[in-house]
């Protein structure tokens, strides 16, 4: 003991002292530290003497030192060497002992307890057969604890900052930007900690340098990452809504709620907001007086452009809004699946569909509806197309086809597929058995013209395309057509390989129908295709 307490006093290395002086400087729990040497010495122990041993390692506030036992049982016949001991040999080395009793007997491994331990191996060197082990375990000991201690100071210094950081996700957080890392991700300073803005999450626009100001929205906080813990974002559309949270007291107080955002980082961006007080205008609240409420956020946001709109629960008044500035003149909504067809005046066109389709695609992303442009023009065109294509169908007047295409019904296709009840309800048809005999004219229309497109393959010396072949498998029209490839199903085998469930949620033409395309496929690829080609071929010679 007093060798021990001499060597602490002469200045060597004290564990208690360096416990003491980390578990100041960065935060951490003593005992937990504490633990940590312990199980470290606990651990290298184990590598040298033996996994079988039974040790045991225990810190010494005196010394400062851990301390290590082991322990043996006390029998007749011994046999595990590692756990037991003979009555006889304990009696030999002048130790008071009973059958069955539990001796522990100190290993000393520090420089400090050199005269200890050769005592020991004089009295119970063969005894224990730690004597040739121990110059070396010394060594790896306190290898191992400072290997240990460094490692469970970065998680518990991590375990700290997650805890510090996990409620502020999802919040605005400030910060100085401190240096550049590969791939232009920046670091940035937050106080406690440091955070990481990745190149991914940084806006086209903007550019930092050291020492620079930067306010941004807490993404994520990974606490498995190998580098800082708390990923920040610039371009994160929710940005853009904590910013006005900040801005606008109406939002703060749940008085002005945000709806939706929509945005692209750097260019503009769209917010939908509503409020639950009919005398409060919310998209007056979040421009405030002269627009100051909205110019911050500008300015923060390094000038990207923001259209303030707002919600509204019918989806075609809210679409209207989000397509701002462009006036809309008609609205077809297809919720079926989940469209709407917007048609504007020709001079607007382009204002509706923004600069590399930004305005219409923001919109979309704000409402969540998919959203087609066009002009009246062009929507004259369609008409007039759609009411000539349906005059196909045995029996349909011009009259009695447009208002098949008031009502919806654009393609013979769409008829063929609708109830009886649906086409009893079309101005000019009649009664449900009139009904019927349209389901079934329609079919056959269908087919007919499907022969002829086939037909008409024959003698076509271009090759012929992936979308022209989806349409003359059975039961395929345009629109089908149109859901096939939004799926993923760019050609006929695509559709032949796919099973019929998957078919069918994927595309959202119900199993009845994705059953009837998935056997028109299989047709189509076994007999008919394998005719045009020939007969292509036959033409060309």
């Known amino acids: 003991m007093a060798t021990q307490q001499q060597q ?48 045991e390692s225990r810190f010494n506030d005196d010394t400062g030192q851990v301390d290590l036992f082991q322990y043996m049982t006390v029998v007749d016949d011994p046999s595990d ?21 539990e001796l522990g007997f100190q290993i000393f491994w520090h420089p400090s307890d050199a005269k200890a331990a050769g005592e020991q191996d004089k009295q119970f060197g063969d005894l224990l057969r730690v004597k040739q082990a121990r110059s070396s375990f010394g060594r790896i000991a306190a290898q191992t604890a400072k290997q240990v201690l460094i490692q469970g100071v970065r998680d518990e210094e991590r375990t ?34 440091e955070a990481i803005l990745p190149f991914r999450e940084q806006t086209p626009r903007e550019s930092y340098r050291p020492g620079d100001r930067v306010v941004a929205y807490v993404k994520e906080i990974d606490r498995e990452a190998r580098g800082p813990q708390v990923i920040l974002s610039r371009a994160d559309p929710r940005l853009v809504e904590k910013l006005f949270e900040a801005e606008v007291p109406e939002i703060y107080e749940g008085i002005v709620r945000v709806m939706a955002c929509a945005r692209e980082a750097g260019a503009r961006s769209k917010i939908a907001v509503s409020s639950r007080d009919a005398d409060v205008d919310p998209v007056g609240a979040c421009v405030g007086m002269k627009g100051s409420r909205v110019q911050a956020v500008v300015q923060e946001l390094r000038g990207e452009k923001i259209d303030i709109v707002p919600f509204d629960k019918d989806p075609a008044r809210f679409v209207c809004a989000a397509i701002q500035p462009a006036e809309v003149n008609k609205v077809i909504v297809d919720e079926a699946d989940h469209r709407m067809e917007l048609v504007v005046p020709d001079e607007k ?70 109830s009886e009840e649906e086409l009893a309800s079309i101005p000019g048809v009649g009664d ?17 013209l499907r022969q002829d497109r086939m037909k008409a393959a024959t003698t076509k010396v271009e090759p012929l395309t992936e979308r022209e072949r989806m349409l003359f498998v059975r039961g395929v ?40 395309v ?20 036959a033409a060309q010679v």
């Not at 002048?94 to 059958?99: K, P, R, S, T, V």
């Not at 900052?161 to 590969?182: A, H, M, S, T």
């Not at 005059?391 to 007047?397: N, V």
């Open 518 to 537: 998935k056997q028109g496929a299989l047709q189509f690829l076994a007999s008919e295709w394998k005719a045009i080609e020939a007969a292509r071929k």
């Open 160 to 193: 700290l900052i997650f805890n510090q950081f996990k409620d502020k996700k999802g919040e605005l957080i400030k910060g100085i930007v401190r240096r550049f890392e590969k791939g232009q991700n920046l670091i940035v300073d937050l106080g406690p900690t």
């Open 349 to 418: 066109l382009s204002l509706a569909i923004g600069r590399k389709g930004q305005n219409v695609r923001l919109a979309a992303q704000l409402t969540g509806w998919k959203l087609d442009i066009i002009s009246e023009s062009k929507f004259r065109q369609i008409e007039d197309e759609s009411v000539a294509a349906l005059q196909h169908i045995p029996g349909i007047t011009e009259q009695v086809a447009r208002s098949m295409y008031r009502m919806g019904f654009r393609a013979i296709e769409e008829l063929a597929e609708a």
């Open 477 to 516: 029209g345009d629109r089908t057509v149109q859901l096939l490839e939004e799926a993923g199903y760019k050609t006929v085998e695509d559709i032949q390989r796919e099973d019929e469930d998957k078919l069918a949620i994927k595309t959202g033409i119900g199993i009845k129908k994705a059953r009837d």
């Open 81 to 101: 060497d590692d756990r037991e001991i003979a009555l006889e040999d304990a009696l030999a080395a002048g130790l008071e002992a009973e059958l069955g009793e």
């Open 8 to 55: 602490t006093q002469s200045g060597d290395v004290n564990l208690l002292q360096a416990i003491d002086m980390v578990a100041k400087d960065k935060g951490i729990d003593k005992s937990r530290l504490i633990k940590m040497v312990e199980e470290a010495i606990l651990k290298a122990a184990q590598s040298v003497f033996g996994p079988m041993r039974e040790l």
């Open 432 to 448: 449900a058995e009139a009904a019927t005999r349209l389901k079934a004219d329609a079919l056959g229309t269908m087919e007919r």
